[in-house]
């Protein structure tokens, strides 16, 4: 198992945000976070990023616990993160938002992984000298993407992909999952869009305020109306 | 030619007020904090240029080690002064400052005596001819190669080295700068560093035009940089440079047209009230 998440509990300072939560994913598949508004799925990526207080639990990656490591140490051991709400760096081009992706790499994975992210989004390429806060939504949306495939991970940790972006840019970035996935990454994937998720995802997990539901396969997920109508807010 | 004169001597005062604000907006930028103690580490490097020219005889050398010495008395400032607090309301963090410096005046006066030192060979006291009938001391001329090259070099290696982008991907949104593995609290030693050392560099500087450093150097240029850096809008680079460079031209006009209405010091505080009055951003600040 690449990541396993034992009983872990995350939240920012008395307020906690996950209670108890158990997952795991493994190399090649994806595993769907799902769960109405608030209900803890973005606190628990970055807790996995170790960007958000850990207070309890194991996360074991390759089966050792990294619940003490700081985020750069994490990267080297093959996760990144794209954010809920992309956060590329405005103010920076595009070029230097996929140098911050790379930060803690070797200069030879930096410039491979920049290739590659140019490789998988050919509309960034073209905008390398750019402010990054000039580009579109669905432009940003790839550069997100982009940023964290820099340092080559193995464990993607993605917060709703499909947020505020138009129909045709989400399936471009689904089919870039997709490939991911098929290259053998292990995807955390957090959407509220239901529908698309569980079109990728392997596995599903439920959250409700900090507490894990439900969980099952995609399939299952897809067939029970039930869960999607009474978790996800949708029919 | 008495315009062009005072344009340049503006030139020169605001080279200096432009190494000094330019920390302050680097703290700012950063933290969000107003950093008045800064002023203190401009006297401190003064005190080690005259020091260390004296005893040693080099002013370069003196130049290097008020560099350093200020720059990690800086990060000293940061780690025991400001980052205990930084979770607490800013004025904290203002209030902390203020109580620092006006301690940092006593210190100097302990330290160093109350009457002030001075350079005893001082260095770069030679003119150049500028045009006919005006003089700049090399010292002057100093001031100005040193402001271009250091702020130069400093432009060049925050948009080319990966350090340099770390620093700015962090003033933008640290915690996102965190989740790439950027280690915020380097770039805050080295954020101070770097504002120390050319506080210090100023601070050498201006001993070496006065020839003299005394405990109270600071107090002036306390309040002035804040004026400058709200002049050029909070946090913005290029407004900090152009607000002290414009800030340094307007004092030398000002003394000569309107020092008997106006003090040389106020003249700051008059230009800052009416840039507010038409842009409440700052000249180069935006929103
Ligand atoms: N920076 C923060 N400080 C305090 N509480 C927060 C912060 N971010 C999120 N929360 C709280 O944590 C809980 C979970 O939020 P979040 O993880 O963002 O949920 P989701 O991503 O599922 O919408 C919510 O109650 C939210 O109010
Ligand atoms: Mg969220």
């Known amino acids: ?235 | 030619m008495l315009y062009l004169e005072l344009f340049i001597q503006g030139i020169v005062q605001g080279s200096i007020y432009g190494l000094i604000a330019l920390g302050l907006t680097l703290v700012y930028g950063l933290l969000r904090i107003l950093h008045v103690a800064h002023a203190a580490l401009f006297t401190l490097g003064g005190y080690i240029g005259v020091i260390v020219t004296n005893f040693t005889g080099s002013f370069a050398l003196a130049m290097f080690v008020a560099m350093i010495v200020v720059g990690v008395i800086g990060m000293a400032v940061y780690k025991f002064a400001y980052e205990p607090i930084l979770h607490r309301p800013p004025y904290i963090a203002l209030i902390a400052s203020i109580a620092l410096f006006i301690a940092s005046e006593e210190i100097y006066r302990i330290v160093f005596g109350p009457f002030g030192l001075s350079y005893i060979n001082p260095p770069l006291q030679g003119q150049i001819e500028i045009f006919s009938g005006f003089r700049l001391k090399h010292g002057e001329i100093l001031v100005m190669v040193i402001a271009v090259v250091m702020l130069s070099a400093l432009a060049w290696l925050s948009a080319n080295t990966r350090t340099g982008v770390a620093w700015r991907a962090t003033v933008t949104d640290p915690e996102m700068a965190a989740a790439f593995g950027i280690k915020i609290q380097n770039v805050r030693y080295l954020n101070f560093f770097i504002a120390s050392a050319l506080a210090a560099v100023a601070g050498v500087l201006v001993a070496l035009l006065n020839n003299l450093v005394e405990p109270t150097m600071g107090s002036v240029p306390s309040y002035k940089a804040l004026a400058i850096i709200v002049l050029g809008g909070l946090g913005s680079i290029r407004g900090t440079l152009v607000a002290a460079l414009a800030l340094g031209v307007i004092e030398a006009y000002g003394t000569i047209y309107l020092g008997k209405i106006l003090d040389r010091d106020a003249l700051a505080f008059a230009f800052l009230i009416i840039v507010l009055m038409v842009r409440p951003q700052g000249l180069l600040g935006e929103k």
């Open chain 1, 1 to 235: 198992m690449m990541l396993e998440v034992r009983g872990l509990g995350a939240g920012y300072g008395d307020i906690v945000a996950v209670r108890d939560f158990s997952f795991s994913v493994e190399a090649g598949k994806v595993l769907a976070l799902l769960g109405a508004n608030g209900a803890g799925k973005s606190s628990t990526l970055m807790a996995l990023m170790g960007i958000v207080q850990q207070k309890a639990g194991e996360i074991l990656l390759d089966g050792s616990d990294i619940s003490m490591l700081a985020a750069d140490q994490r990267i080297k051991l093959g996760m990144a993160i794209v954010p809920e709400g992309r956060r590329i760096f405005p103010d920076l081009t595009v070029q230097e938002n996929l140098v911050v992706g790379g930060h803690v790499s070797e200069a030879a994975t930096l410039a491979a992984g920049t290739a590659q992210a140019y490789e998988y989004f050919p509309r960034l390429k073209e905008r390398t000298g750019q402010k990054a806060g000039s580009l579109s939504g669905g432009e940003q949306q790839m550069l997100a993407l982009g940023r964290a495939l820099v340092s080559a991970p193995r464990l993607l940790l993605v917060d709703e992909l499909s947020l505020g972006l138009m129909p045709r840019i989400i399936d471009e970035c689904y089919e870039v999952l997709a490939k991911l996935r098929s290259e053998g990454l292990a995807i955390v994937l957090v959407e509220q869009n239901t529908e698309h998720a569980l079109a990728v995802a392997d596995e599903v997990s439920v959250l409700e305020a900090g507490n894990s539901v439900w969980f099952g396969t995609a399939k299952e997920a897809a067939k029970d109306s039930a869960i999607t109508a009474a978790y996800l807010g949708t029919a």
